[in-house]
């Protein structure tokens, strides 16, 4: 049966991870290739994936390292 | 402490850290604490007890090295101790999600909005779009890792359900492997993906909106 986009939409992530079933990755494809709205879907998907990389929190403060050293210097001492 | 020394080889960076020397120690630091905080947060309440979680977890790191096998890598060890502590925490603060309950309660939601797709009853292109998502090959790499992006970003992942939010943090921030996810969360390979998948297209959505509304 030929794939439509709402199914495709909800299989994106399973193509993405190769969990896909043969059968269905060849669907997947088949209607990637007629598709333009389905294409830039999956390739929004995969911008998404690539900035969720770079969110990022900012560097350890003096005070946090020091509690940590502290600790791997009681460990030590122990 | 040579923040810049690279442990490639796990043996190696064990061997140091059991001889406490304290560059390797710094190295582990100044690779995982914060991602730990971060994960800790979805346990936890607030920053203070997040850094409790994690202070936690480097002391039972440093008493349990000399049992760790390598069975796993350092990295996957060290997280799923964090993921316990927190857990164990949060549901002293009432806060926790258990996922045996909520991999019960898995909607079968659609993830993009019907309304987007044209009726299926509708004869010749029945659930198919109404209007194309546009391409973003156009839109710079600059304009998706500003400041205000990754801000909306992270305040999204932060409004997603918890057992969403663990996952996509562990995989897509972090870079877990599907396999280390499953490990540390202890949940099926086929519920991590529904997990990261809802999770994945949320972000997806608002980055859309976003984006449609600059132009």
Sequence with gaps: ?78 | MDASYNWIDEVSLLESLRGGDESAFSWLVQQYHNSMMRLALLYVQDNGLAEEVAQETWVAVLKGLNRFEGRSSIKTWIFTILTNQAKTRGRREKRTVSFSELEEALENKPTVDPKRFKPSNSAASADHWFVNPSSWKDIPEEAFLSQEMLHMVWDTVSTLPENQRVVITLRDMEGFSSNEVCNILGISETNHRVLLHRARAKVRSVLEDYLNSEN
């Design chain 1, 1 to 78: 049966m030929v794939m439509n986009c709402k199914e495709l939409v909800e299989l994106v992530t399973d193509y993405l991870e190769g969990k896909l079933l043969a059968v269905d990755a060849a669907r997947f494809e088949q209607h990637l290739s007629i598709c333009v709205g389905c294409t830039n879907y999956l390739e929004q998907m995969r911008q998404t994936i690539h900035v969720m990389g770079y969110v990022r929190e900012d560097a350890l403060t003096s005070q946090q390292w020091q509690d940590l050293l502290q600790i791997f210097r009681d460990w030590k001492s122990s």
